[in-house]
Every structure is written in structure tokens, then in C-alpha cells.
């Protein structure tokens, strides 16, 4: 699971799921001390006390959170022929719906109570609205360079990078579509039948076809790329159901051109059609 994937609507709904969780443990109901009468020895019930009022509202809730989660940091994964995202917003607004009538039902709602539905409201506002609303399409951490985690400084998206995953180290991104400077495997080293660097000669005839224009048709050379923004891999079968997701600044290797598509390949090795490669850098 990549966190630079997440947005800052998922950051809703896992600050609301935390919330949800620590309202468990507070006071389901408050209740009024006759005057005379020691109530020390009286306490009041949480939802720990009520297998049917945590599971339907509070675990339910949080459960419903993990599984939206899931579901987009790792598209297409499904549970009863019904997409994880799907099943765990239906949870979501169970657990509100449930927490909404029980509240009402009860004399003196206790502080877990009030602070369990208020955060059950936000629950199912951040897992409905943060695929719709732009400020929470945001992504939740600040795109970062291959670099970052490596050396001792971090670099902007897109400036210097260092090492990454597979990332040739020493080059400069270049827009898709140019010419690359180094073939897949080993960074820094030459292309199948590319001359060393040492005979002049020879470099000057490798690079005659690209100064006399296209590569011969049906050529294709693999290359590191990254994406601007977060963007769906689906299936190399048509499946319309996305496989993974390419998250910004993180480098995955092209393995293949099929129209204006990618077949892109991550780190763990899956395959998958990147029909969006618009703003894409190469490395």
C-alpha cells in the first residue's frame, strides 16, 4: 500500500474512524444522583457494555473506514462481488444511521454517545464526498523525489532526483516522448548494440537515427516514468476495474507502447494499461 496515494478526504475518514473508536470507551448514558444518595459506587455503561450498540455502531464505523481505505489504495479488490469502497461506505452510513436513532431513543445520551454520532457525520461526509469535492482529491502528503528517504536532503517532485525505485541515477527527466538516453537494466550502461562510450565513431553513427528523425516502426525502448498525479493501472484484459494505482513521485517502468496507452509495470511487479499519460516525466 502506497500512503502518497491517499488523499486528504481519506484523512478525513481515518481521523473520524480514531475518533469513533475513542467514543467507544466513553459514556454511553449520563444519568441524574438523587440528592442523599452516594452514586460513587454507580457507573456508567459504554459501548463496551453493548455488544449490539459497538458493533453496529462504532466497530461497524471503523470497519467501514479500513475497508474505504483499502479500496483505494489498492483499487479493484472486491468482497461479495461488491468493490471494498462500496462495502465499507455501506458500513459507514449504517453505523450513522444506527448511532442517529439510538440517540434519540436514549433519555440522557452519555458523551460517547454524542461524540460517537458527531463523528459518524463526518465518517460518512469524507468517505461520500472525498472522491467528489476537489479540495479533498488532494493528495494528503506533499508529492516527494525518489530521493527522499535515501540521502540526507529531500529534493522537490520533479528536481534532481537521486535514487529511486529504478530510477536512473544521474539524469534528468525528460517529457514522454523524447528521445531516452538509457535503455532498461542497469542505469548508466549502454543499450543493446549501443557503442561504448569510448569510440567516437561509433557514437556518431548510433546517433545518426535519431538525428534523421523517428525510430524504425515498431520499436520501443523502456523507460523509467513518474506521474504528475495520482492515476488509475488497469488491466491488460480491458477489464475496466483499475489494478493499482500510479502514485505521484514514485518511479514505475514502461514496458510497452500501445497507441497513445502505457503498459506500465510497479513495483511489485503487476502489470497495466496507463491510458492517462498526459504530463508524465521520463527519467
Do not use: H
Amino acid at each position: 500500500m502506497n500512503i502518497r496515494s491517499l488523499t486528504r478526504g481519506d484523512g478525513v475518514v481515518i481521523g473520524a474512524a480514531v475518533v469513533l473508536f475513542i467514543a467507544s470507551f466513553l459514556d454511553f448514558s449520563s444519568y441524574d444522583c438523587p440528592q442523599g444518595v452516594d452514586c460513587s459506587r454507580y457507573d456508567s455503561p459504554n459501548a463496551w457494555d453493548s455488544l449490539g450498540l459497538l458493533m453496529s455502531v462504532f466497530l461497524a464505523g471503523v470497519i467501514g473506514a479500513a475497508l474505504v481505505i483499502v479500496s483505494r489504495a489498492m483499487p479493484g479488490r472486491k468482497v461479495v462481488g461488491l468493490d471494498l469502497g462500496q462495502f465499507g461506505t455501506a458500513l459507514t452510513v449504517f453505523a450513522l444511521w444506527t448511532a442517529f436513532w439510538t440517540i434519540l431513543d436514549v433519555n440522557n445520551a452519555g458523551a460517547g454517545l454524542i461524540l460517537g454520532l458527531l463523528a459518524a457525520i463526518v465518517l460518512v461526509a469524507g468517505t461520500v464526498a472525498g472522491p467528489l469535492i476537489p479540495a479533498l482529491k488532494a493528495p494528503l502528503l506533499s508529492p516527494a523525489s525518489p530521493a527522499q528517504g535515501v540521502g540526507s536532503g529531500q529534493a522537490p517532485y520533479g528536481a534532481g532526483p537521486g535514487q529511486g525505485y529504478g530510477f536512473p541515477a544521474g539524469q534528468q527527466q525528460q517529457p514522454y516522448g523524447a528521445q531516452p538516453s538509457q535503455g532498461y537494466g542497469y542505469p548508466g550502461a549502454p543499450q543493446q548494440g549501443q557503442p561504448a562510450q569510448g569510440d567516437p565513431a561509433q557514437q556518431a553513427q548510433a546517433q545518426q537515427p535519431a538525428q534523421g528523425g523517428a525510430a524504425p516502426a515498431g520499436e520501443f525502448t523502456a523507460f523509467w516514468f513518474a506521474v504528475p498525479v495520482a492515476r488509475p493501472l488497469y488491466g491488460e484484459d480491458g477489464s475496466p476495474n483499475p489494478i493499482a494505482e500510479l502514485a505521484p513521485g514514485t518511479w514505475y517502468l514502461a514496458v510497452e507502447q500501445r497507441g497513445q496507452s502505457l503498459i506500465a509495470q510497479t513495483q511489485d511487479g503487476r502489470r497495466g494499461v496507463l491510458q492517462d499519460t498526459t504530463g508524465i516525466q521520463r527519467g
